[in-house]
């Protein structure tokens, strides 16, 4: 295979994995700006999304189009119940106590997936068969083409929400100032109720548009999760582009990592662009510096 062809081969399967970091990337930075702290339980969301699909398709024998709603419905109710449950009665904790509460949700969500399936590696079929599509000499797998869509579109609704219905606006509001918004009317706890149910809803999603290309087991929101992490770290924290962009970077360099170097290189890359992201710009790639009036 030609140079050119590879790298084109190296940037689609990028493309694709960096859309699946940009969901959850956005996830982080939902929850992030409604509450000043950073979920790292959204891995598992994005776990629970394939695993509670495989259940349905594996057990109760539900059509694909049946088990990936109702998979998305009940991880968003686990994300409900993980905001009730763990986050909202810590009304005055530190954002470092937080932190630590979803690392311990993570964990427990983690084991419990153990427990409830097995410790076995499952996949999903694909949406639309696995013979591959030829573009320039590159081959291109329609999984790789329904995850750049359904990332897409759920930007796209993202973008939308944020910007054109009122608990879009509110959720902005309290991600800017909250007890401003609380002084205009705006409930904040149910604004951070509902950032926790979107961002649990975008996990699922991730899970299960990925199941048919890397599989899904009980331990595999960990990593994606880290990953999805640097992503928003990469656009800054931010809920829209810049963390997209931040995802598809990360999904490129980590492509023509593994594919020029060592595929043994390929998580280590992820890491490392996220140390140098925080030693050199701690504000990201695409954020703006933070002042503060003396």
Request: net charge positive; aromatic share 8%; charged share 10%.
């Amino acid at each position: 295979m030609e140079l050119g062809t590879q790298l084109l081969q190296y940037l689609l399967s990028g493309l694709a994995t960096g859309a699946i970091y940009a969901l959850i990337g956005i996830g982080f930075s939902i929850i992030y700006n409604a509450t000043g702290i950073i979920n790292f339980a959204q891995g598992e969301f994005v776990m629970l999304g394939g695993m509670v699909t495989v259940f349905l398709l594996k057990a109760h024998h539900l059509p694909l189009w049946a088990a990936i709603p109702l998979a998305v419905l009940i991880v968003t109710l686990v994300g409900f119940l993980f905001e009730r449950l763990a986050i909202r009665p810590l009304r005055k904790a530190t954002p470092i106590s937080l932190v630590i509460v979803t690392i311990g949700g993570s964990i427990l969500l983690r084991g419990l997936a153990m427990l409830i399936w097995d410790k076995d590696t499952h996949s999903l079929p694909s949406f639309s068969g696995d013979d591959p599509i030829t573009v320039a000499g590159a081959t291109v797998l329609p999984q790789h083409l329904w995850i750049l869509g359904i990332t897409l579109v759920l930007i796209t609704l993202n973008k939308w929400f944020f910007s054109h219905t009122i608990s879009g606006k509110a959720m902005r509001a309290c991600s800017c100032n909250p007890r401003a918004a609380a002084l205009v009317g705006i409930d904040v706890r149910r604004m951070v109720l509902f950032s926790f149910v979107i961002s649990a809803a975008m996990g699922a999603l991730a899970g299960i548009i990925v199941a048919p290309l890397t599989m899904t087991s009980y331990d595999v929101g960990g990593m994606l999760g880290l990953k999805g992490f640097c992503a928003a770290i990469i656009g800054g924290m931010s809920s829209g582009l810049p963390t997209v962009l931040g995802g598809l970077i990360l999904g490129v360099l980590e492509s023509l990592g593994a594919g020029l170097i060592s595929s043994g290189y390929k998580d280590a890359i992820a890491f490392i662009i996220l140390l140098l992201i925080l030693f050199l710009r701690p504000q990201g790639l695409f954020g703006k510096p933070e002042s503060e009036r003396v």
